[in-house]
């Protein structure tokens, strides 16, 4: 079975796929079929599905590190920039829907919601962060930058993660409805405490000499 999904992902048409499907949302979205089906207010479908996008998209990046090293599937590295790219698309439509549909594109308006409601200055603090990480995500960028200081700003993503569950926590609290925001909690929270493992573990051995040294002068 595996062997089969990693010929899949070697595919030369994979890649294509994966860019496909993760437009859908978006020619689903501006399509209408989703207004269509949301109905009464359509400007707003567009805004919250934009922003529900934006987390799931950012739940399958930080997914592929731990399915590609559990699952054994390398091959599913190749997808993580493009998703990424997605996220920040997703993002920025969701930026866009509000920027258009809430404030009617006034700029002070939008800063002075921004400081005046907290949820949104969460999420755009999140789409701040999210900027660089996208306009480093190029071969260029990340040899212009040198590998340890990309991987250092990339580690960004994992605030973004907690700002976005935050945000969308914050937006729901009015209306004392969480059961999505768990969910997403729930995933995001694995996913990241996964890498607190990782991270662990990797460090365990080399701290290891260290403690049996103290140990035995003790
Ligand atoms: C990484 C960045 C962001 C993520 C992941 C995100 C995610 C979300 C999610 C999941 C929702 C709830 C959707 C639902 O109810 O189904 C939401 C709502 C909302 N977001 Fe964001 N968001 C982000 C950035 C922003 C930014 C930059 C702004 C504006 C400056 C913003 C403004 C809003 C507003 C106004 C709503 C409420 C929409 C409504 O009540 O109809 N978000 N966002």
């Known amino acids: 079975m595996r062997s ?4 899949g992902l070697s595919s030369p048409f994979a890649k294509p796929i994966a860019f496909v499907l993760a437009l859908l949302p978006f020619v689903w979205l501006v399509g209408g079929a989703e207004l269509d089906r949301r109905g009464a207010n359509p400007a707003e479908a567009l805004e919250r599905s934009s922003g529900d996008w934006t987390l799931r998209l950012l739940c399958i990046v930080l997914a592929i590190t731990p399915l590609r090293t ?6 599913l ?6 998703a ?4 920040y698309f997703y993002a920025v439509l969701h930026l866009f829907a509000y920027s258009w549909f809430d404030m009617g594109f006034d700029l002070a308006d939008i800063g002075g919601d921004i400081v005046k409601r907290p ?5 755009f603090t999140a789409i701040v962060l999210l900027t660089p990480l996208a306009l480093t995500s190029f071969n260029r960028a ?8 990309w991987q250092l700003l990339h580690r960004l993503v994992y ?3 907690v700002l976005a569950v935050v945000h969308f926590f914050w937006m729901r ?6 059961a999505e925001v768990a969910v997403y909690a729930v995933v995001l929270g694995g996913l990241l405490a996964w890498r607190v493992v990782q991270f662990v573990r990797k460090k365990a051995p080399l701290r290891l000499p260290f403690a049996v040294n103290w140990l035995q002068k003790q």
């Open 84 to 87: 990424g790219l997605f996220v």
């Open 119 to 123: 949820f949104i200055l969460v999420g």
């Open 70 to 75: 559990v699952a054994g599937l390398p091959e």
């Open 173 to 178: 609290a009015g209306k004392h409805n969480f």
């Open 4 to 7: 089969f999904i990693r010929r």
């Open 142 to 149: 990340i040899r212009a930058l040198g590998a340890r200081r």
């Open 159 to 161: 605030a973004i993660a």
């Open 77 to 82: 590295a190749k997808f993580r920039r493009m």
